[in-house]
């Protein structure tokens, strides 16, 4: 379809109606756009199918035999990759829904707004570009050789790293700090995996998650009848750990009381279930973590100074994710490559316009942050390729803002105007367009002359004549009056009503 010598975008438009294929394809060459049509999907499908596919499809959904959602899936199915815009004069739910389950790259209602319709051409002939250029993408790193899922190369990650290695070889207690979304679980539990009680079991508690008066319970168990709802004896988080790791996360959200009793197993290696009166030997590592400043909670009363010491033997500080912003590519990789080994999305690429916007971003979440983004853009995309389109739009905004608004089209003399504007029902004539001005690019034609024109072109055209230049001159009064339909009206000498119902009916 589109001419492998020149770089002039090829645009499918596919309606059974032929003024509305004539409309769109008079806005969409204003562009210099290469447009083809087909009367029917069946048609549209068969143009697709025999190839080369065009860059871009306009499709309408409501159509004689096969139904345009009906046609987006066979277009889809012979070219996953390929770009549809779905027309339709009904914005129902129910469209909207089917446009993107079936993999529309967007929708526009009718009657046709040109600008928008060159903004939304343009932003898909730019998906249509940023998919190409990834074809040749290559993924930084080998998911496979990040199984504990700690990934970066950054100087300060390499240094986490080499703390781990350190601390595996003994049992001393760990306090991994930093913002929340930084992978302090993942750092305790490879903590745990190259440590000699990797044999043992691993139980991660998240104390900020669970109310102070069931947190004792759970961490060191209770006997029947210790309280309302103890309806037999329950086994804590120590107990079901011996042997092994237990890793308290946000462990500055513990109240004063539990402190003491962590502290005790620290010092004796000893606990109480809630309610019992039997010491019970365990034998767990603690690793823990928090987000807060222990220290200032500490001058506050309101953290253990004694736990603290117990607690911070080794610690292990985990950068923000804007402090090591070069793995965020491997990061991306490795989230990529994992959800289609998880089976959850066919998307293994990014543009490297939308990479560049995601390493920009600040990332206040952190890891967690980018794993969520990530995972939302694949589920967006339309093709193996996240783009810059998919990113959430607190993501993407300040790179939108900046690009400027697509021009509208051009004003044409009065003597082109004819089979240059479409039919108004179609594409309302933008206001920017006024008459006066179509007027003054030509001022030397006369009345007569443009008439004259008008009707030799309008008479060699397979159409009845006034019916057409009515539907020019409603457009016309139109953009002439901005829009407003009473003003319209008096211009053309009908009434408002009289105006619509002739608008309608066009």
Not at 105 to 111: E, H, I, N, Q, T
Not at 403 to 427: C, K, R, Y
Not at 477 to 494: C, N, Q, S, W
Request: aromatic share 4%; with cysteine; hydrophobic share 45%.
């Amino acid at each position: 379809m589109s001419d492998p010598n020149t770089k002039t975008p090829t645009i499918l438009v596919i309606d059974d109606d032929a003024e509305i294929r004539y409309s769109l394809s008079r806005v969409l060459s204003s562009r210099q756009y290469a447009v083809i049509e087909a009367p029917s999907g069946e048609q549209g499908i068969a143009l697709v199918k025999k190839g080369p596919a065009p860059d871009l499809v306009f499709l309408d959904v409501r159509m004689g035999g096969m139904s345009g959602i009906e046609a987006l899936q066979h277009i889809r199915s012979a070219n996953p990759k390929q770009l549809v815009v779905l027309m339709t004069a009904f914005g129902t739910a129910q469209t909207a829904i089917e446009a993107m389950k079936y993999g529309a790259f967007d929708y526009v209602m009718k009657p046709f707004d040109p600008a928008k319709v060159l903004a939304l051409a343009e932003n898909a002939l730019k998906a249509h570009a940023d998919m190409r250029a990834v074809s040749d993408y290559k993924p930084t790193i080998n998911a496979d050789d990040y199984r504990e899922g700690i990934v970066g190369s950054s100087a300060v990650m390499q240094d986490v790293f080499k703390v781990i290695g350190q601390v595996t070889a003994s049992d001393v207690t760990v306090m991994i700090t930093g913002e929340s979304g930084t992978g302090k679980e993942l750092v305790a539990r490879s903590i745990w995996k190259h440590s000699h009680r990797s044999a043992k079991p691993f139980i991660a508690v998240n104390c900020a998650a669970i109310p102070d008066n069931l947190i004792e319970s759970e961490l060191f168990g209770h006997e029947k009848g210790s309280f309302t709802g103890a309806t037999g004896q329950r086994l804590g988080k120590f107990e079901l750990c011996d042997g092994g790791s237990i890793f308290l996360d946000e462990i500055g959200d513990m109240a004063l009381a539990t402190q003491t009793k962590i502290l005790r197993v620290l010092q004796q290696g000893e606990i109480q279930r809630v309610g019992g009166t039997d010491t019970i030997r365990v034998d767990v590592r603690i690793i823990a973590a928090t987000n807060k400043d222990l220290e200032q909670m500490v001058k506050a009363k309101t953290f253990r100074e004694d736990l603290y010491y117990r607690l911070n033997v080794v610690r292990i500080k985990m950068p923000p994710l804007r402090e090591r912003d070069d793995d965020i590519p491997q990061i991306v990789d490795f989230c990529l490559q994992t959800l289609v080994k998880q089976k959850k999305s066919r998307v293994s690429k990014v543009s490297p316009e939308a990479m560049a916007v995601l390493v920009r971003h600040n990332w206040p979440g952190n890891v967690r942050e980018l794993e969520n983004v990530i995972y939302r853009s694949a589920v967006i995309a339309q093709g193996d390729a996240i783009l810059v389109k998919d990113l959430p739009v607190e993501i993407r905004g300040a790179v939108e803002s900046s690009a400027p608004a697509p021009a509208l089209p051009a004003a044409v003399p009065v003597a082109e105007a004819a089979p240059e504007i479409p039919p108004p029902v179609a594409v309302p004539v933008p206001p920017t367009v006024p008459p006066a001005a179509a007027v003054a690019a030509a001022p030397a034609l006369t009345l007569a002359a443009a008439l004259d024109a008008a009707f030799a072109e309008l008479a060699a055209a397979d159409e009845p004549i006034l019916p057409r230049l009515e539907r020019e001159f409603i457009a016309r009064a139109l953009a002439a009056e901005g829009g407003d339909e009473t003003k319209a009206a008096k211009r053309l000498g009908l009434t408002k009503a009289a105006l619509q119902k002739r608008a309608k009916d066009a």
